[in-house]
C-alpha cells in the first residue's frame, strides 16, 4: 500500500486538517489516542499505513505537516481532540505574519521557515515504504496558503521529482472577498500552481454554503461544516488508494485520464446524493437518481454550471451494490435528456468505477450514509468561468497600480505581475479555444 502526506498550509489549509484527521481516523478506526480499533470489515491496520505511520510501540501518527507563519490555528490543532497523533514534528511555525500578502509569505516569511519546512517533510518521507505523493490543503486568496504554498510545491517538484502533487484549493467566492488584495495574491497564485502542480480539485465556499443550505438543510453552516465537506470529497478521491481492490487507482492514472493537456489541470467535483442526516430513511434512490443528480449544478463544490460547458474528461466513481450496466444505462439516459459536451467527441473521456463499499460518511457530517452514492472528478471548460473572475479581478486592481506596491516591497519585481498575468491569460485562451474548435 502507498503512502499519501498532507500538507496543510496557512489558516483554511490547518483548518481542512482538523477535518481530515477527523474523518480519515473515523475511516481507518484510528482512535484519538492513536490506538486501531476497527469500525467495519473495510479497516484494516494494513489500510491505515497509507494515511498514518505505526510506532514501534504500536500507535499511530498523522502523515500530516502543519505549516504556517501565525501561531493560533496551529496552537489549536496542537491542544486539540487528535494531539495524541501528532508530534512537534507534525508543525512548523513562523516568526512573522505574512499580513496576507502572497509575495511576503512567499519571499520573505516563508522563506525564513523554508528549510524547516523541508527537514519537517524529510522525516516524514523518511517513515514511507512507497511515497505515492503529497496531497496539499490551501487557500489561493490568502497570503500564507498561497505564497508559502506554492513555494512548497515548487520545491518538491525537485527533491520529490516523480511524486505526484494534488492541491485542494479553497478559490475566492464569486461575491465574497475577505480581502482587499485577494484578486491579486489569487492570481499569483493560479499562475504558480500551473507550473508546479500535477492536479488542482477547486473549491469555493459559496458552492459549499449552498451545499449545506439547501441540499443538507442546515440553517446556520459555520466553517468547521465546509471543511467536513471538503475533506469527505479527499476521502472519496483517495478511497481506492487507501483501502485498494479491483479498482485501486494512482494518481498517475488520475492525471492520465483527466489532463490531456498539461495547463488544464484544474478539476471541479461534485457528489450524490447530498442527503441530510435525518431523512436518511425518506429516500431510496436508484443508480439513475444519483447520476442525474451528480450533474446537477447544486451538486458541484465550485460555482460553475458544468453542463453548460464542455467536458475534457470526467471520472464517475461509484460506491455500493452497482453494476457497470445500470451505471452506463443511467449515462445514457441522461445522455439522451441532456446531451453531454465533450471538446472532443470520444465517449472514453468518460470512465467509471465502481467499488462494492458504501462511502464511509463523519457522523459530525450531518451527511446522511446511503446504499449507493457517486462522486464525480471532472475537468471541464467551466472552471475558466473562475478563472477568469480572478483575471478581471486582478487587473481591475492592476490597471490603477493598486496595492502593488505592498507586493514589490515584499520581495517581488514589479515586472513579475505582467509575466505571471500572461500565464493566467493563457490558461484562458486554452480553455476558450476547446470551446471554439469543437463548437
Same mark, same amino acid.
Given at each position: ?15 481542512? $486538517? ?49 505549516? *504556517? =507563519? *501565525? ?13 495524541? !497523533? /501528532? ?12 499580513? &496576507? ?16 519546512? /523541508?527537514?519537517?517533510?524529510? @522525516?516524514?518521507?523518511?517513515?514511507? &515504504?512507497? =511515497? ?12 500564507? $496558503?498561497?505564497? !508559502?504554498?506554492?513555494? =512548497? ?5 525537485? &527533491?520529490?521529482?516523480?511524486?505526484? @502533487? ?5 478559490? #475566492?467566492?464569486?461575491?465574497?472577498? #475577505? ?24 473549491? *469555493? ?15 446556520? #453552516? ?22 485498494? $481492490? ?14 490531456? %493537456? ?9 457528489? +450524490? ?9 425518506? %429516500? ?47 449515462? +445514457?439516459?441522461?445522455? =439522451? ?9 470520444? +465517449? ?14 463523519? #457522523?459530525? +457530517? ?10 464525480? !472528478? ?32 515584499? $520581495? ?14 493563457? /490558461?484562458?485562451? &486554452?480553455?476558450?479555444? !476547446?470551446? @471554439?474548435?469543437?463548437?
Amino acid at each position: 500500500m502507498k503512502e499519501l502526506i498532507s500538507i496543510h498550509v496557512g489558516q483554511a489549509g490547518i483548518n481542512i $486538517g482538523e477535518a481530515c484527521l477527523e474523518q480519515f481516523t473515523y475511516e481507518h478506526g484510528i482512535t484519538q489516542s492513536g490506538t486501531f480499533e476497527p469500525q467495519d470489515n473495510l479497516s484494516s491496520s494494513n489500510s491505515c499505513h497509507t494515511m498514518f505511520h505505526e510506532s514501534e510501540s504500536g500507535s499511530f501518527n498523522a502523515r500530516s505537516l502543519f505549516f *504556517d =507563519l *501565525d501561531q493560533d490555528k496551529i496552537n489549536h490543532i496542537k491542544k486539540g481532540s487528535y494531539k495524541s !497523533l /501528532l508530534s512537534s514534528e507534525n508543525f512548523v511555525l513562523g516568526k512573522e505574519s505574512s499580513s &496576507d500578502i502572497f509575495s511576503r509569505a512567499r519571499c520573505i516569511a516563508g522563506h525564513s521557515i523554508l528549510n524547516e519546512c /523541508l527537514e519537517a517533510t524529510r @522525516k516524514q518521507v523518511e517513515k514511507c &515504504d512507497s =511515497l505515492e505523493g503529497f496531497i496539499f490543503y490551501h487557500s489561493v486568496g490568502g497570503g500564507t $496558503g498561497g505564497g !508559502l504554498g506554492t513555494l =512548497l510545491c515548487e520545491h518538491f517538484s525537485i &527533491d520529490y521529482n516523480g511524486k505526484y @502533487k494534488l492541491s485542494n484549493a479553497v478559490f #475566492p467566492s464569486p461575491d465574497i472577498s #475577505p480581502s482587499c488584495v485577494e484578486p491579486i495574491n489569487s492570481m499569483l497564485c493560479i499562475s504558480y500552481m500551473i507550473e508546479n502542480n500535477d492536479l488542482t480539485i477547486c473549491y *469555493d465556499n459559496k458552492a459549499l454554503y449552498r451545499i449545506l443550505y439547501e441540499e443538507l438543510y442546515q440553517e446556520c #453552516p459555520i466553517y468547521e461544516d465546509i471543511n467536513r465537506l471538503i475533506a469527505f470529497n479527499v476521502a472519496n478521491v483517495t478511497r481506492s488508494m487507501r483501502f485498494g $481492490g479491483e479498482n485501486n487507482c494512482s494518481f498517475r492514472e488520475i492525471k492520465s485520464k483527466l489532463v490531456p %493537456y498539461p495547463m488544464l489541470l484544474f478539476l471541479t467535483s461534485s457528489y +450524490s446524493p447530498w442527503t441530510p442526516k435525518e431523512k436518511a430513511y425518506y %429516500y431510496n434512490y436508484s443508480v439513475k437518481d444519483i447520476t442525474c443528480q451528480a450533474f446537477n449544478p447544486n451538486s458541484f463544490m465550485t460555482s460553475c454550471d458544468i453542463r453548460q460547458s464542455k467536458l475534457i474528461a470526467c471520472s464517475l466513481n461509484y460506491s455500493g451494490n452497482i453494476n457497470y450496466t445500470d451505471a452506463n444505462n443511467a449515462l +445514457s439516459y441522461m445522455n =439522451l435528456e441532456s446531451p453531454f459536451k465533450f471538446v472532443e467527441n470520444e +465517449s472514453k473521456k468518460l470512465s467509471v468505477n465502481i467499488n462494492p463499499h458504501t462511502s464511509i460518511v463523519n #457522523p459530525y +457530517s450531518g451527511l446522511a450514509k446511503t446504499s449507493i452514492s457517486l462522486s464525480t !472528478l471532472c475537468n471541464s471548460t467551466g472552471i475558466s468561468s473562475i478563472i477568469s473572475l480572478v483575471s478581471n479581478k486582478f487587473m481591475s486592481l492592476y490597471s490603477k497600480r493598486a496595492y502593488v506596491h505592498w507586493f514589490v516591497g515584499e $520581495g517581488m519585481e514589479s515586472g513579475e505581475f505582467r509575466y505571471k498575468y500572461e500565464n493566467l491569460r493563457a /490558461l484562458e485562451r &486554452d480553455y476558450v479555444e !476547446l470551446e @471554439k474548435n469543437h463548437d
